[in-house]
């Protein structure tokens, strides 16, 4: 049988026409959601994030305002920034994309974010929150993720979920936000000993691992939700996932494609949490 496919352009669509709703009664009232997105250096997919980052606030009547810095950009120029955009009550959502080049220090960057403006959550604070499910801004695509299995009514509580990567970007919260909801978690990583015992018996498998293809069917239980986080771009230019679509389709009983799964999902949650940060600062006026 052939899966399901989980489609992520589909929901975006969806939650994206809300959100604008949502931003247009902000502004409507004074209050125009507001998103700073700093970027340094010249990392090709970089940019392209940040073009996409940017177009998804304009479509959704979000502001968006964007910083450009070059690879040998002071540490000190982009924390100053910073703090001018944390002091600046109409910034609702401040974003630096990473990686950042190597001479910066990527943890004192993110924390010096205010933790009411780090839409992406990726401040050690917001991270403490969430894992102490406390209120917190949460990262955008394991959020994303979450937001596409409740779509489908996947249920969680008491399931198999294996997730293949520890990044902070996405393992560990996607790990954290699916113990919340009540699934039994296990974290996959390069020193996993035996991969497959593992991903066999999972109910849901979330490929985050940074490599083409990686997953393929026979890794794969019948049946099971398989959440596809990878973007890698093959030599002849096209854009794969983490998992090998064509075989794991074959076993799976949904899955995200790639491109058009949790890739659009990601820029979602970034401008939901932009709506939600300028929703908290209209109350608190
Ligand atoms: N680099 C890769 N993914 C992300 C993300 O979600 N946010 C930021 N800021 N940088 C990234």
Redo the contacts with the bound molecule.
Sequence with gaps: MTARILDGNALSAKLRGELAEKAAALTARGTQPCLAVILVGGDPA?AV?VRNKVAGCEKAGIKSLKFEYPQDASPADVLGKIAELNADPAVHGI?????LPKHFDEKSVLEAISIQKDV?G?HAENVGRLSQGQEAFV???PNGVMEMLKSENVSLRGAEAVVIGRSN?VGKPMAMLLTAAGATVTVCHSGTRDLNFHTRRADILVAAIGKPKFVTGDMVMPGAVVIDVGINRLPDGKLCGDVDFESAKEVAGLITPVPGGVGPM?ITM?LANTVESAQRSAQKT
């Design positions: 970089s994030y974003l630096v994309q990473l990686p992406d990726f990262p955008c695509t970007i990601t970034l």
